[in-house]
């Protein structure tokens, strides 16, 4: 039995369609890495999950209930973390934990999951009104750990946090997931999730356009490289320049940094990448290639001029 089910869902803001068509299933005891660029419609499906905003169309199941006449049994079942979590200034780090623990009728430990998430005791028992943005996405992801529940739902959960945190969080999903809850993390970061997901789904404007293992998604692509090209100097007129080879058939995406541009693309298109800068009068100096990173992949798919789907072919 899939913990989530959205079957065909479409949802409009007035002429404005946030999600066209949307089918998407996470089985149990999963972790699903939900990407896409801001705007694609991350935010929308997980409210739609939790019942904050109603579909205009289709079906959205969580745990096999219905999220509209069920939602309060899926709360109850759901941890969640929200983008841009909103604290109460006055209350102390603690008392969300202990609010949270109430609100669920658990009976979890405060002091321990303010622990587990890295937040330290005398943190804590400040008001969080003075939180910086770390501690507040911690001390959220303590409330959503409360009442060990069936369903975690992330929305951007590495936000604020430094690399040591992000690393905590990674290793408190896959705790949680080995305990036996899914996991939903969306996120608009590729190599955020590729450490933890089983699957991703990649949204672009409301759409899912690919969906796979992350060894999957490196396979179903053309063997994409990226070109360090370094330049003599920067061409007169660098944005034509810059124009063209974004315009090469193959490229996806080009960078300068400084006298270099840092293009992404298909083997294919390697040669025809240095000719066409050299038309801009310069001279290539230098050139290296290196395989394609996942977030090249990432931009491949939800920046390509068709929307990434001549890659998924
Ligand atoms: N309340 C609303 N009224 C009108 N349009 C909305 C509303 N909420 C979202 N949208 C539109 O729906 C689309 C999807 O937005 P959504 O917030 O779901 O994207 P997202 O993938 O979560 O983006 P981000 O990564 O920036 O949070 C956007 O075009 C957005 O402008």
């Known amino acids: 039995m899939p913990s989530i089910d959205i ?39 997980i409210n739609l999950l939790l019942d904050f905003i109603r579909p205009t169309t289709g079906e959205v199941r969580v745990f096999d209930l219905d999220a509209q006449a069920d939602s309060l049994e899926i709360r109850q079942r759901t941890g969640i973390l929200p983008e841009g979590a909103e604290l109460y200034e006055r209350l102390t780090g603690r008392q969300h934990v202990e609010f949270a623990i109430e609100s669920k009728g658990a009976d979890d430990d405060p002091d321990e999951l303010i622990e587990r998430v890295g937040l330290s005791p005398d943190a804590a028992a400040k008001k969080a009104g003075g939180y910086s943005k770390g501690m507040a996405q911690r001390l959220t992801f303590a409330t959503a750990l409360v009442g060990e ?7 951007e959960p590495s936000t604020g946090l430094d690399p040591n945190g992000a690393r905590r969080m990674r290793e408190i999903i896959r705790e949680e997931n080995e305990r036996g809850a899914t996991v939903f993390f969306s996120s608009h970061v590729l190599g955020q999730v590729e450490a933890v997901c089983d699957r991703v789904g990649i949204l672009r404007d409301g759409d899912l356009i690919t969906e796979d ?28 320049a810059l124009a063209a080879v974004e315009a090469i058939d193959g490229v996806s995406s080009v960078t300068p940094e400084g006298r270099s541009l840092v293009v992404a693309c298909e083997d294919r298109a390697k ?17 290296e290639t290196d395989e394609s990173s996942l977030e090249d992949l990432f931009v491949a798919y939800t920046t390509g001029a068709d929307g990434g789907r001549e890659v998924v072919r």
């Open 7 to 45: 079957s065909n869902v479409t949802k409009r803001y007035g002429t404005e369609t946030a999600l066209d068509g949307l089918s998407l299933s996470v089985e149990r005891g999963e972790i699903y890495g939900f990407l896409g660029p801001n705007g694609a419609g991350k935010s929308t499906t």
């Open 149 to 155: 529940p069936d369903l975690l739902i992330l929305d």
């Open 213 to 240: 293992t992350v060894e999957g998604l490196r396979d179903s692509m053309p063997d994409q490289t990226r070109l360090r090209v370094t330049l003599d100097r920067i061409p007169d007129d660098s944005d034509a």
């Open 271 to 287: 040669t025809e990448v240095l000719h066409v800068v050299e038309e801009y009068g310069v001279t290539v100096e230098d050139f």
